[in-house]
């Protein structure tokens, strides 16, 4: 069974700072995926990671890769409010076709000012 | 235009019922997906339809049934309602051929069983 482990799952830091949030995949996977859930909200997809060492960067937000160690990292630069979110990865299931995705719990991650 | 649109944002019902939620996308998809969100924000799977072909979470009760008019819909039944079944289901839809395969989410239907 495929499990996906994230941490910190809760995760509050001020404004300005940097942080890394971690994503564990037990099996091999094709795709790697980040989302982000506002309160209340659907999911807006960030990143999709197809292979080993591949990085992706929008704005603040930089996913990275390591299929060998079966590892996602999405690190933060200079955090400001508005990235007040969940986030979450998710590995397809069998690595293609009609496939679903297998979440981590999330990271509810609160940012102050 | 909504991309994955879903009916209703809402539903309360009582135990023991049957009901329906509805998802549409217009974005020329070929798979959809039907995920639940429990009270603790964790996601899950149930349900993915592609050309007429079911994939079901081994997990889920037969009490939900998915049911596809076309490629565009895929709506998802409910019968004899129970207290746990309480959560909020997203529909999604992909481009199963696309190397990325980026899944698209509705807005979500919050369930509520009393």
């Known amino acids: 069974e495929l499990k996906v482990e994230q941490n910190p799952l809760f995760l509050s830091m001020q404004e300005g700072k940097n942080y890394t949030i971690y994503c564990n995949y037990s099996t091999t996977s094709d795709r790697l995926y980040w989302y982000r859930q506002d309160p209340g909200k659907s999911l807006e997809s960030l990143f999709v990671?197809?292979?080993n060492g591949a990085v992706k960067q929008e704005g603040r937000l930089m996913a990275s890769l390591d299929t060998k160690a079966r590892l996602s990292t999405l690190h933060i630069t200079a955090a400001v409010h508005d990235l007040s979110a969940t986030y979450f990865c998710?590995?397809?299931?069998w690595g293609g076709g009609a496939d679903g995705l297998t979440f981590g719990k999330g990271t509810h991650l609160i940012i102050q000012p | 235009d909504t991309a994955v649109s879903q009916t209703p944002k809402y539903l309360v019902t009582q135990m023991g019922n049957d009901k329906s939620i509805k998802c549409e996308q217009n974005?020329?998809?070929?798979?959809m997906y039907w995920y639940k969100q429990d009270s603790k924000k964790f996601l899950k799977i149930m349900f993915s339809y592609n050309n007429k072909e079911l994939i079901i979470n081994e997990t889920v009760p037969n009490r939900f049934s998915p049911k596809s008019p076309d490629k565009a819909h895929l709506n998802l039944h409910i019968n004899s309602l129970e207290l746990g079944d309480s959560a909020v289901y997203f529909c999604a839809s992909s481009q199963e051929d696309s190397s990325k395969n980026i899944q698209y989410f509705g807005a979500g239907t919050r369930l509520s069983v009393l």
């Open positions: 974005l020329g998809h070929d798979t």
């Open positions: 998710a590995v397809d299931i």
């Open positions: 990671l197809l292979s």
